[in-house]
């Protein structure tokens, strides 16, 4: 016997309210991804967006060298392993008479203003110049290790994103059926001090198919408290299900006695938030590769 407030279901396939689509995309803890992907571009931006990958490995690949002269020196405020990163501006005339300035960093005083130094350039564009054993940005390429930040907030973005996408695709296509909850364990993850439950659960369909599925979800009390769970799952491929209440929302989901199509009381809130934050990965994404290459 289904849940009451599922029975009324329409077949599929059904639209799905767009903040039950943005709160399912974030899922169990895609939203802390998203804080961790933003803070962790926002970081890189201070640490790598000064670097110059490109150039480097034009000035790796290149033999070309000239007597320069330092023209300047300042500190940076930036340290490397407590040590005081210096600017060094420089002058250098090419092989081909051209009379180029240009700017490198190293850590500590190696060089004093009017030293005579050996700069190495890219003769097809000798603005891309540095000093014989200084370099083209004010950190050395280790500190691109900030990059783990970003790349694990996108992983648990993107994975969240994924499994919400599979649970959306599932409210409008899946066909809906009883399940009944054969074990509930931890899975050791906590999320706001809330534990991650995986609730293993067996499937019987109105047409006698049974099988076995299972679902993550925040504990809540939602799951286990009425005799029989609602499940969605796919016929053509039943290995896809997911619970009803095992879709990550503030609400629980419920259906219209009149039309049949999912009614939910989530609010915009989601929605704004989602869209904010695919904004702010977009251009700060951007923002840095474009520093990064340009």
Known sequence: MLSNR??????????????????????????LGAIFLISGLIFSMIFTGG???????????????????????AETNSTENDVEVYEYDFAFTTLREQKVAG????????????????????????????????RTSIFAPWVLFVL??????????????????????LLRSGEIAD???????PTGVEVNNTPVMEYSYEVRTSAGQVFNGS????????????????????????????LVDGISLRHQLDVDEASGQWISREGNAKVVLYLLTWAAVIALGGYWIFRLIG
């Open 103 to 134: 700017r490198s960093y190293s850590t500590g005083r190696p060089w004093r203003v009017e030293d005579t130094v050996t700069i190495e350039y890219v003769p097809e564009d000798p603005a891309i110049a540095r000093i014989q054993g200084a």
């Open 179 to 185: 399940a009944r909850i054969v074990s509930t364990r």
């Open 51 to 73: 670097m110059r990958p490109i150039d480097d490995l034009r000035l790796a690949s290149s033999k070309a060298t000239a007597r320069g002269m330092i023209t300047g020196m």
């Open 215 to 242: 679902s993550k979800a925040l504990y809540s009390g939602r799951i286990g408290d009425e005799q029989s769970e609602p499940v969605l799952f796919l016929p053509s491929n039943p290995d896809r299900s997911t």
């Open 148 to 169: 783990i930040f970003p790349a694990v907030g996108a992983g648990m973005f993107v994975s969240a994103a994924i499994v919400g996408w599979r649970q959306v695709s």
């Open 6 to 31: 599922i029975n009324r279901l329409a077949p599929p396939p059904r639209p799905v309210p767009l903040p039950v689509i943005c709160s399912a995309l974030f899922g169990i803890a895609g939203w």
